[in-house]
Every structure is written in structure tokens, then in C-alpha cells.
């Protein structure tokens, strides 16, 4: 690939202070390795609504489709609780979603061993979990029509979403899940509710049918999402890769990152269809936590995540899967040496703040290159 074009959304609360430190491992990857990415930046959320009374503006949307990457902060915060549901500040990431065609969502749970301490659950639950969810992302009740409230006149409302997948949306998602459990321990579980949903009904079956014409050898099961989420939280371990809708795989996703000891630890790819002529496909990388407006600007807020996030980047927009390895043991060294923001410090560790985080892991990153 002749460049490496970056575009950064740091977005709202602690989203620039997590951006921050990426920010210093773009650098030395340039200045030591000779990397050459090549960075932008562009305002997402409420920080775009400030600017351009947009969740994100038509030359940012621009420079996005552009990038080779994005990489995202997190965005919202009250001070946009008033604002036209419109342009409230999500609507700036589902719109990049929905534009830049990102359908298929990574949000890899995995327990740091250094962390097993931390999680609400006893460390044999937990220790050395490695599970993978695959959340479809540009579909469901997210983006199907109609989309309301209505008015119906006798001094009722009506609130409207609807959930709608067609085949090719649910094969192509189901094709990504499959493909990396090949990779991995070569096992998918399917979420669904097709005890309720019509939408579930038709899910399970063409999980299936995908499953029978091309993955036949790895290991389907089918799974109800209320009883997944039972199972996430009694013995995670179980699982490989969970693939699952928007909806569910946004709830089920933020359950598997507690398992991990914190918000704070989870990184997520978004990635669309490779490019039928270059094999290059759009995406966008953001850590699964969201702006914690509650911290933002206190240097406390865990890095992790945000960095983690660059590591997937690394790995799936450019190859760079050596760096994405070293970059991921060099996090994995600084727990082990005791160093821990507020929301995953338990006894006998040491509390320090984003930037002495983010400092150690490029000091380790470095190390681990030389
Ligand atoms: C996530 C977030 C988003 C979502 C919000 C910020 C719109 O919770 O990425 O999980 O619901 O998808
Ligand atoms: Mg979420």
C-alpha cells in the first residue's frame, strides 16, 4: 500500500485523551520503522455540533471515505442532551457506519491474565477468556423503517423502530464469523430470538444454510440471546466467536467487556466488504467504551481500549500484523508490571493516569521493536 492514510475522530469526553496516546505510537512507529502513515483530523459528535451544528460534517464524511482507516474516539456527553435527536452526537458514528458500509463489527473480549482480578466475576470464570464477537452493524432496528413517533390523536403516542434483515446481509455477516473462527478455535455461536422475532426465524435458518454450503467444518450452534447473555456471565469460556444483530450485539457486547475487568479494555474493528478489484475494504476502529463524560478531562481515563483498538487496525487495515502483535504484548507487559488506571486498579497495583499508561506501552512497543 503506497500510503497510509489515518483519519482521527477523537470525538467527545475522553475520547481526545485516549486519541492522545495512539497519537504518540503513530509517531515513533514513523520516526523507527519508517511506517508512513499519514494522519488527519476531523470532529465527530458533540464536538462537530459545536463547530457546524452537525454530528459530523459533510467534508469530515468526505475525509472518511477517503482514509484507509478511521480511527474513533467516543462520542456524547449531557451538555447534547438537548439537541434535535437528528444531530445528537451518536448520529455522527451511525451515519460513518451506515456510509462507509461497515458491516461487520469485531469486539474481541479478551482477559488479560494480569486483569482476572479485576472483573465482577471469580478469576477461574474469566482467566484467559479469548471470545470474539462478530455484531452486524449497518442493519436491524438501528437503521430499518419505518423509524417514529406518531401522533395518533387521542392523546397517545407511538414509538416505531423496526428490526428488518434480508438474506444477503445476515450471509455475508455470518461468512466473517465463520471465517475467523477458522482462525481461531474454529467454533461460532449463533444469537438470536427466534422464539419471538421473525427476524430471528429467518436468521437461524440462513445461518444454517451458510454454514451447510461452506463452513461445514466448523462448529455451528445456535444459541437464544437472553440465554447467551446468561451464558456470557455463567461460563464465557464456552464460547469462540458469538455472532450475533446489531441490537443484540450491542448489549451482549458491553457484557463481555466487563468480563474483561473493564469498559475500558475493549477495542472493536468495523470493516466492510474487501474491494472486488484492490481486496482493501473500508474501516473504522474505536474502543467499545464511550465518552465517560463523568472523567473526561481528569487524566483517568484508561487508554486501552483506544489503543487496542490501533493494534486491530494495524492487523486488519495493513497487514502489519508483527507490529499489531507487539503492540498487543507490549499492553499485555504493562499490566503484568502493576501499572493501572482507576477503573481496573485492585490491591497491591499501582494507579496511574492515562498518559503514564500510554507512555509504557510505546516504551514497551519500542523495546519489543528494537
Ligand atoms: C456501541 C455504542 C453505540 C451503539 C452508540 C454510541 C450509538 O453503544 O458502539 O456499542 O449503540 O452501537
Ligand atoms: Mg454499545
Request: charged share 25%.
Amino acid at each position: 500500500m503506497a500510503s497510509k492514510k489515518l483519519l482521527l475522530l477523537p470525538g467527545d469526553g475522553i475520547g481526545p485523551e485516549a486519541m492522545a496516546e495512539v497519537e504518540k505510537l503513530i509517531a515513533v512507529m514513523n520516526a523507527d520503522l519508517g511506517a508512513g502513515f499519514e494522519t488527519e483530523r476531523g470532529l465527530v459528535g458533540g464536538s462537530a455540533y459545536d463547530a457546524h451544528g452537525q454530528a459530523i460534517s459533510e467534508a469530515d464524511m468526505a475525509k472518511a471515505l477517503a482514509a484507509d482507516a478511521v480511527l474513533f474516539g467516543a462520542v456524547g456527553g449531557p451538555k447534547w442532551d438537548p439537541v434535535p435527536y437528528e444531530v445528537r452526537p451518536e448520529a455522527g458514528l451511525l451515519r460513518l457506519r451506515k456510509d462507509l458500509a461497515l458491516f461487520a463489527n469485531l469486539r474481541p473480549a479478551i482477559c488479560y491474565p494480569a486483569l482476572a482480578a479485576s472483573s465482577s466475576l471469580k478469576p477461574e470464570v474469566v482467566e484467559g477468556l479469548d471470545i470474539l464477537i462478530v455484531r452486524e452493524l449497518t442493519g436491524g432496528v438501528y437503521f430499518g423503517e419505518p423509524k417514529e413517533i406518531i401522533d395518533l390523536g387521542n392523546g397517545q403516542k407511538r414509538g416505531i423502530d423496526t428490526q428488518v434483515y434480508d438474506t444477503f446481509e445476515i450471509e455475508r455477516i455470518s461468512g466473517v464469523a465463520f471465517e475467523l473462527a477458522r482462525t481461531r478455535k474454529n467454533h461460532v455461536t449463533s444469537m438470536e430470538k427466534r422464539n419471538v422475532m421473525k427476524s430471528g426465524v429467518l436468521w437461524n435458518e440462513v445461518v444454517t444454510q451458510t454454514h451447510k454450503a461452506k463452513y461445514a467444518d466448523v462448529k455451528l450452534d445456535h444459541m437464544l440471546a437472553d440465554a447467551g447473555g446468561m451464558q456470557l456471565v455463567r461460563w464465557p469460556k464456552q464460547f469462540d466467536v458469538i455472532v450475533t444483530d446489531n441490537l443484540f450485539g450491542d448489549m451482549l457486547s458491553d457484557v463481555a467487556a466487563m468480563l474483561t475487568g473493564s469498559l475500558g479494555m475493549l477495542p472493536s474493528a468495523s470493516l466492510g466488504a474487501p474491494d472486488a478489484k484492490t481486496g482493501s475494504r473500508k474501516a473504522l476502529y474505536e474502543p467499545v467504551h464511550g465518552s465517560a463524560p463523568d472523567i473526561a478531562g481528569k487524566g483517568i481515563a484508561n487508554p486501552i481500549a483506544m489503543i487496542a483498538s490501533f493494534a486491530m487496525c494495524l492487523r486488519y487495515s495493513f497487514g502489519m500484523v508483527a507490529e499489531a502483535d507487539r503492540l498487543e504484548t507490549a499492553i499485555s507487559a504493562v499490566l503484568d508490571e502493576g501499572l493501572r488506571t482507576r477503573d481496573i486498579l485492585s490491591e497491591g497495583k499501582t494507579e496511574v493516569g492515562t498518559t503514564a499508561i500510554g507512555d509504557a506501552v510505546v516504551e514497551r512497543f519500542r523495546a519489543l521493536s528494537a
